[in-house]
């Protein structure tokens, strides 16, 4: 009777064993066939090394032998120092250097592909040589210039650049958000040499100013004498056209006044009676008598002694 109780104990505890294993088993499949996906990602769903799909972010049941590789959908930041041996060169050879900074993305419709021809996500750079790219970019619009060209006309170079590394860019897999082109230098022979221009170009400048003031000067000292010469002209001008005038108007009034007094003349003689002409006689007498008069009667002399 206890041997067949023991045999039943140990068929429970075997029982219970097997079930602990089952669970243990089927708790560790479950965690093997469900994968998460972070935010802002995208998985590529491969079981033995058979792509099975795209897995969106959040977690989800893959199956047993399944890996799910996730590429980053997020913004990407790419800095490019072209410097020292890195740097580009102009038209002669001379070196162009310059810092560029590119923001862009995986394109998320096409990680499928991406995965199947270039590899995992951080390898997508180094495979699809996107610094050589942005630096190629660059330096075929440089060789196209002289350093002083580049100097004179950056923001022109500048979008030539920009153009050239979008057209290169991988967009079957990336897309590009911005392109900045900073920092362009030069090598320090032409530095010193504009730096030497840029003297001279000031040194021409103060120069020129220097003449302007003086030319300023010049030109108003010359117009105030003009001013004085055209014054004293307008002067002399105005005082001989008053003394014409003046001459003029003097001439016309003795000329009216003789013609006044001729007419006046003229009525005065028109009026004269004998009685004015008595007494103009009487008015020019002095008083004296004369020792003779002439008698009307006698048509002759007549002695008439006054006292």
Known sequence: MKKKNKIGSNTIAGIAILFGITLFIAIVVAMVGFDTVEASHKG????????????????????LFTTVHQYDLRTRKMSVNMMGAEGAVDKDGQSIYATIEINYKLNGENVENAYAKIGLDNSLSDTLRLE??????????????????????RQEVKDKAIEQIQSRFPQEYFSIENVII????????FKAAIEQKKVAEEMAKAKEQEVSVYKFEADKQIET???????????????????????????????????????????????????MIQNNYIDAWDGTLPKYMLSSDLNMLMQMPME
């Open 225 to 275: 004498a003009r001013g004085e010469s055209e014054s004293k002209k307008l002067q002399a001008e105005a005082e001989a056209y008053q003394k014409k005038v003046l001459a003029e108007s003097r001439a016309f009034e003795i000329t009216e006044v003789a013609k006044a007094e001729a007419v006046a003349l003229e009525l005065k003689a028109k009026e004269l009676t004998p009685l």
């Open 132 to 153: 050589g790219i942005v630096k190629e970019g660059f330096k075929t619009v440089t060789s196209h210039y002289s350093s002083l060209e580049i100097f004179q006309k």
């Open 44 to 63: 590529v769903k491969v079981r033995l090394g058979e792509i099975t799909g795209i897995m969106n972010p959040g977690l989800q049941w893959t199956g």
């Open 182 to 189: 900073s920092n362009i230098d030069f090598n320090p022979d």
